[in-house]
């Protein structure tokens, strides 16, 4: 069973830096398209960055310059480097990878950024 865990968000000064880590159960990341998502309170989901099977990133115009999203598969985990934080990336982040045809989602780290 493929099952993805977040980690590394927590409460964080405006300007501050956090790396959110994406552990898979296995190795499922490879070249399969994956990336993060975020919801804040009262508002739609939204994509923050992905990497398709080519290693191409994308980026919300909101974050590009700011975060940077990477995998190693070696270690069975997705990041997303996230520095220059702002109130407005307060949320929930989730990661996904889409394996064999099916999307997998984690269950999501809260991002706090606040004085």
């Known amino acids: 069973q493929v099952q993805l865990v977040e980690s590394g968000g927590g409460l964080v000064q405006p300007g501050g830096s956090l790396r959110l880590s994406c552990a898979a159960s296995?190795?499922?990341?490879?070249?399969?398209?994956m990336g993060w998502y975020r919801q804040a309170p009262g508002k739609q989901r939204e994509l923050v960055a992905n990497?398709?099977?080519?290693?191409?990133?994308n980026y919300a115009d909101s974050v590009k310059g700011r975060f940077a999203i990477s995998r190693d598969n070696a270690k069975n985990t997705a990041y997303l480097q996230m520095d220059s934080l702002k109130p407005e990336d307060q949320a929930a982040y989730y990661c996904?990878?889409?394996?064999?045809?099916?999307?997998?989602w984690g269950q999501g780290t809260q991002v706090t950024v606040s004085s």
């Open positions: 296995g190795s499922i990341f490879g070249t399969n398209p």
């Open positions: 990497m398709n099977s080519g290693d191409y990133t």
């Open positions: 996904y990878v889409i394996y064999m045809g099916h999307s997998y």
